[in-house]
């Protein structure tokens, strides 16, 4: 454990209290896809198969279960929840998800460390969440406004995944053998894929102004 | 046989 690993598994946590409380504070999902909430779901269940398999510390048993379980709370309410599930941006969240899920899976079949059920299940949870924002990108698009818990929530996933990046440089550079190419390469695709937002946020920020998405 | 591939990151 690196302080840039730490950092980046802080602000993944942060983001998801970030996304909890506007979902607890407003009653209302306004502006988050579900669909990505869903992918985030499969994401964690199909790599934390090893929950019970493998165990590497109490902190590591720790966050993967809380990551488990507020995902599927946030899908849950999204769903079930009486008042938070009126809010939800049906007409906007219309990207097709369910490929991205048959395309992370086929990719893992061909592309994994090792041909076993739980190699291929962690492979696919890895591709899978390199793309898994994507809905969110795109709804975020479609409404053009972004309110600020939610702006904050994706800023958050943007740099929890920036921190690994540097969390993968460091390693490189202090352990004898570190070569992760499936998740290192994954990791950079998905990061890329904040760019554009991040360009938008930091304008936003610089002119204190409120965050606006091109159309 | 000694299991390799460990995912310590989350």
């Known amino acids: 454990m690196n302080i840039f690993r730490l950092a980046g598994d802080m602000t993944h946590l942060l983001s998801i209290l970030v996304l909890l409380l506007k979902i607890y504070a ?5 502006g988050i896809s579900r669909k990505t909430q869903e992918l985030y779901a499969i994401v964690f269940v199909a790599r934390y198969l090893d929950l019970f398999t493998d165990f ?28 938070v599930r009126r809010s939800y941006d049906r007409e906007l969240d219309t990207f097709r998800h369910y490929f991205l899920v048959g395309a992370s899976f086929a990719l893992a079949l061909i592309l994994h460390e090792k041909f076993t059920v739980q190699e291929i299940f ?57 070569t992760r190419w499936i998740a290192c390469v994954s990791g950079v695709v998905q990061t890329a894929l904040y760019a554009d937002f991040f360009y938008y946020y930091f304008i936003s920020w610089k002119n204190n102004s409120k965050l606006k998405l091109p159309a | 046989l000694e299991k390799v591939l460990i995912h310590d990151e989350l």
Request: include cysteine; charged fraction near 10%; aromatic fraction near 20%.
């Open chain 1, 122 to 178: 962690w492979a696919f949870s890895i591709y899978l969440e390199a793309v898994a924002i994507l809905p969110q990108l795109v709804l975020l698009q479609r409404s053009g406004n972004v309110d600020n818990l939610t702006g904050q929530y994706i800023f958050f996933l943007g740099a929890y995944r920036a921190f690994y990046i540097l969390n993968w440089i460091y390693r490189y550079l202090t352990e004898p053998h570190f």
């Open chain 1, 26 to 30: 407003t009653k209302s999902c306004s």
């Open chain 1, 56 to 83: 590497i510390s109490v902190y590591n048993t720790f966050m993967k279960v809380v990551f488990i379980a507020s995902s599927l709370a946030i899908v849950w309410c999204m769903r079930f929840h009486p008042m």
